[in-house]
């Protein structure tokens, strides 16, 4: 997954939560320029930052061996999702069993 994708995803989730910077600056620990930078493509997020705002937006992470995802992509129907897309159905199909 690229970095523009997983800040997409956070944004998103900032979106669908309704908060803004400041909520997720104060609930991370993570000020609100450090916040603006990353979002921004302006400064790169270390890991513990990205975890940082991962806990603050309820949002969990899932690291999977590269080769299943494209294996998946061979069988898959919808070939146009992307990386993004292949991980949410991944991540789909493991919460229904």
Do not use: W
């Not at 104060?26 to 320029?33: D, L, N, R, T």
């Not at 603006?36 to 991962?54: A, C, E, G, P, Q």
């Amino acid at each position: 997954m690229e970095a523009k994708e997983i800040i997409q995803v956070m944004k998103e989730r900032m979106n669908s939560l309704k908060i803004t910077n400041y909520d997720v600056s104060k609930s991370s620990g993570i000020s609100q320029s450090s916040l603006s930078r990353y979002f921004n493509f302006k400064s790169d997020m270390t890991l513990s930052v990205m975890l940082k705002i991962f806990k603050a937006l309820e949002l969990d992470y899932v690291v999977l061996p590269i080769e299943n995802l494209k294996s998946e992509d061979s069988n898959s129907q919808n070939n146009k999702k992307g990386l993004a897309g292949k991980v949410v159905d991944r991540i789909n199909k493991s919460t229904k069993n």
